[in-house]
């Protein structure tokens, strides 16, 4: 049973054409380079009412109803930023950072990132990091 195991793995690495034959358990996927999209600093006033937002509104109707207030205050600066960023309230991590940086009078320094080579729906990524 145990060769036949083997055979089958060996025949697998090969048919797929892969070079390594690494364990399974130590095997590392790389993921693509990213590129920054954009940077942006939110003000300390502006990083008060995300967080506002973000610990009155969770959940998928929080998100669409953010996702139009979004459109509706395209005209305001920085609007369309402050409430995308709120709509990820879902995501604990970001908001977490968020929470923190309004509790300490924190400006918070927002990174968007894509893959360099393509683009797919989910691909863009926005981080949050407090900031003096």
């Known amino acids: 049973m145990k060769n036949i195991s083997k055979k089958l793995i060996i025949a697998s690495a090969i048919t797929l054409g892969l ?31 995300m967080a506002s937002f973000m610990r009155t509104s969770t959940g998928a109707p929080a998100i669409i109803s953010a996702t139009a207030l979004g459109g509706l205050l395209s005209k305001v600066p920085y609007a369309s930023v402050v409430i995308m960023a709120a709509s990820l309230a879902a995501n604990a991590n970001s908001r977490a950072e968020v929470i923190y940086a309004a509790d300490n009078n924190m400006r918070v320094k927002a990174v968007t990132t894509d893959y360099a080579d393509y683009h797919t729906s989910y691909s863009q990524v926005t981080t949050f990091t407090p900031v003096k």
């Open 19 to 49: 070079t390594s034959m690494a364990p399974l358990t130590s095997s590392v996927s790389a993921e693509p380079a990213r590129v920054v999209i954009s940077t942006q600093y939110l003000s300390v006033s502006q990083v008060k009412a």
